[in-house]
């Protein structure tokens, strides 16, 4: 049973980005946003086909987050990930619905959600980490974890690390790795 069977299952999973600053644990909530949980986990690990936003390219059996940037880090806001082009407006070549139904806020730090361009319906694989409560953005991203280790290394990489105007930082960092898992990493 791969991971995607997993998600649809409604099982808890764990999302574990390996990056260069650290490592950053999540529960993915695939009983409240299954759809999302399905797609980000199917893309994590390959399962999911995407289309490579800068060649075109059908990607099948290929990992969309390895090696991708926090290409937007915003100071007592946010960091984002999940362009493969690293400029903020790549993805997989698909949208997915939004999921606002689980009653779930940003009232809190620590909240995996997807990005989108601010129309319904227009997320696919940009999600955010929030570094502060954010409840303006309450029934406009779809909510699909939450972070149980490492928030310190999400709430350093916005805060702390030197970025340019746009909030990219100066150097990049990567996420090396972003494994999906059945049990929380020790």
């Given at each position: 049973m791969g991971m995607m069977d997993e998600a649809r299952a409604g099982k808890d999973l764990y999302a574990t980005f390996d990056t260069t600053e650290g490592t950053i644990v999540?529960?993915?909530?695939?009983?409240?946003?299954?759809?999302?949980?399905?797609?980000?986990?199917?893309?994590?690990?390959?399962?999911?086909?995407?289309?490579?936003?800068?060649?075109?390219?059908?990607?099948?059996?290929?990992?969309?987050?390895?090696?991708t940037i926090f290409h937007r880090c915003l100071p007592n806001f946010m960091v984002q990930g999940g362009d493969p082009l690293g400029e903020g407006y790549g993805g997989p070549g698909f949208n997915i619905p939004d999921e606002y139904q689980s009653g779930r806020t940003f009232a809190k730090k620590g909240i995996l959600a997807m990005a989108?361009?601010?129309?319904?319906?227009?997320?696919?694989?940009?999600?955010?980490?929030?570094?502060?409560?954010?409840?303006?953005?309450?029934?406009?991203?779809?909510?699909?974890?939450?972070?149980?280790?490492?928030?310190?290394?999400?709430?350093?990489?916005?805060?702390?690390?030197?970025?340019?105007?746009?909030?990219?930082?100066?150097?990049?960092i990567v996420i090396n790795k972003l494994a999906i898992s059945t049990s929380a990493p020790a």
């Open positions: 999540v529960k993915l909530l695939s009983k409240e946003a299954p759809i999302t949980v399905e797609n980000f986990v199917g893309l994590a690990t390959g399962e999911k086909d995407w289309k490579h936003p800068g060649t075109g390219e059908q990607m099948k059996g290929t990992p969309y987050y390895d090696g989108n361009t601010s129309r319904p319906n227009s997320g696919g694989a940009q999600f955010f980490i929030t570094v502060v409560p954010t409840p303006h953005l309450n029934n406009k991203h779809t909510i699909f974890g939450e972070v149980v280790k490492g928030q310190e290394i999400a709430d350093r990489i916005a805060n702390e690390i030197p970025k340019n105007s746009s909030g990219r930082p100066n150097k990049p």
